[in-house]
């Protein structure tokens, strides 16, 4: 039996990883360049108040905890199984690339430029975890713990639509004031 390209080739499949850090970290230079030149309709800076500063350093431990302590804590539970092995470690790399690529970029280019990546990457980290439906052996505990995992980062990309991306957007229309 023939099994077709794309059925071979799931998310946690080294290429697949490969070419996201890779696109994502194109458009993340495309972004930084693009803001610092005035061509992007967002800001170099993020602009919080003090109140969104208290809640992002809240949900910094929040996401510590439930993006990385608890997965790892899953792939404990499941160390005998390697598909365990292979898709909590293709998931912790991704938080380990992003986390990397978060700090570089924002250091070299500009400091907003960790809404994008932060978006971007929790979208292809909810894939992962759909993905991870089909791969993984749950237990009760396990299953509980994978949708605490879930939960959190569809709440952080509600949470980057709500405030961090909203606070960068200048709209189009400064991109056409900042011509003139």
Do not use: D, H
């Amino acid at each position: 039996m023939k099994i077709g390209i794309f059925e071979q080739m799931t998310v946690n499949n080294g290429l697949i990883l490969t070419l996201f850090i890779l696109i994502i970290s194109l458009l993340a230079l495309g972004y930084g360049f693009g803001v610092k030149a005035r061509r992007l309709p967002f800001t170099a800076e993020i602009g919080y108040n003090q109140q969104q500063w208290q809640f992002l350093r809240w949900w910094v431990k929040l996401a510590s905890f439930a993006g990385v302590l608890l997965p790892m804590c899953l792939l404990a539970l499941a160390w005998k199984q390697p598909s365990a092995w292979v898709f909590w470690g293709s998931y912790l790399l991704i938080v380990a690339v992003q986390l990397i690529s978060e700090r570089v970029f924002s250091r070299s280019l500009v400091p907003s430029i960790v809404v994008p990546i932060g978006f971007l990457y929790t979208a292809f980290r909810l894939w992962q975890l759909l993905n991870g439906l089909t791969q993984l052996t749950f237990s009760y505990l396990t299953l509980l713990g994978f949708g605490v995992v879930v939960l959190f980062w569809v709440s952080n990309l509600i949470m980057l639509m709500v405030m961090p991306i909203p606070t960068i957007f200048k709209g189009s229309e400064s991109i056409e004031q900042s011509r003139f």
